[in-house]
């Protein structure tokens, strides 16, 4: 049997539920973001959609990651967004958290950006 490749659709669809989860958003939130139906987004996140890669740039940018990244894995942000100071002691720090601390934080720095 032929082993699936990086950028097989079941694949894809997982780093897109991976990185949903991780930025708190249901699938209506990246539905919203991207302009589709929340459908299209859970059929995105099992495999079974033909319009992936025809929103794949659209998508990468709703969840600020690189289409590289979702079609194989590798180099989840583009090489020309330089993170500065305390941005960078942030992200180090949040990515040192468990999944529901992760959670946590979101919820925080959403409530605080919002205020």
């Not at 025809?54 to 590798?74: F, H, P």
């Amino acid at each position: 049997m032929k082993e699936p490749s990086s950028s097989d659709p079941a694949q894809i669809g997982g780093r897109i539920k991976d990185v949903r989860q991780e930025r708190g958003w249901t699938q209506e939130e990246l539905a919203q973001k991207v302009g589709v139906s929340r459908s299209a987004v859970a059929q995105w996140e099992t495999g079974r959609a033909g319009q992936i890669t025809g929103n794949l740039k659209r998508i990468a940018a709703s969840l600020d990651v690189g289409a590289e990244y979702l079609m194989y894995g590798t180099e989840k942000r583009g090489p020309s967004e330089v993170r500065q100071g305390d941005e960078l002691a942030l992200l180090r720090l949040y990515r040192e958290c468990s999944p529901d601390d992760r959670q946590l934080v979101l919820r925080i720095m959403r409530r605080l950006a919002s205020s």
